[in-house]
């Protein structure tokens, strides 16, 4: 069963990867690239890495979910759904990434497989985040907070108002708001009327 998942993964990973030089909207791509590394990580997921499997899904949902929504909101075209193209060479584009596709595949059968050597860990994920980061994940956790915290500050001081100014003093009063174009009905003073 797992070879045939293998095999129909793989196919499905390929063919995925050829519809980003097939469709013709920013959108429709991103998709069919997130599909096409989907695929990937359920091969790793075979191959029993659980721990990069689930890190390359995680990854690559966020990364090309971000990326359609960028590219919704920047594109010229309603949605980045109007035909267009997605490259500007396209023969070479396709000549590149074909002769790349088959220089990996001839790699994977031409070369011969180490042997295993010793037993396996009995905590792989724990061995390869040791081997990955050594004595650095403590700082490397650290730093990752301590953008976090950056991130959120500077979302929270680029804020001219707060999310509650609308309400008044009172949450649970009736939002007028103060500033034109808001969520609620605008109060505009009788000085500012035209």
Not at 30 to 51: K, M, Q, W
Not at 63 to 70: C, G, P, S, T
Not at 79 to 107: D, E, I, K, Q
Not at 146 to 165: E, H, K, N, Q, W
């Amino acid at each position: 069963m797992q070879t045939v998942l293998a095999w129909g993964f793989g196919v499905l990973a390929v063919v995925c990867a050829l519809l980003v030089f097939r469709l013709d909207s920013m959108a429709r791509v991103t998709f069919a690239l997130l599909a096409s590394f989907l695929f990937v990580a359920f091969e790793v997921l075979l191959l029993g890495l659980n721990y990069l499997g689930v890190v390359l899904v995680l990854m690559t949902v966020m990364e090309m979910v971000i990326m359609a929504v960028f590219m919704v909101m920047y594109m010229m075209n309603p949605a980045g759904l109007v035909p267009m193209a997605m490259y500007h060479n396209r023969a070479g584009a396709m000549a590149v990434s074909v002769g790349t596709f088959c220089l990996l595949a001839a790699g994977t059968l031409l070369v011969d497989w180490p042997e295993r050597v010793g037993r396996p860990v009995s905590d792989p994920t724990a061995e390869l985040g040791a081997e990955l980061m050594s004595s650095q994940m403590p700082t490397m956790m650290t730093l990752g907070m301590v953008l976090f915290a950056a991130i959120l500050a500077t979302v929270t001081l680029s804020m001219p108002r707060g999310r509650y100014d609308r309400f008044g003093g009172s949450p649970r009063g009736r939002p007028t708001d103060p500033v034109p174009g808001g969520l609620g009905p605008t109060t505009v003073s009788p000085g500012e009327r035209r």
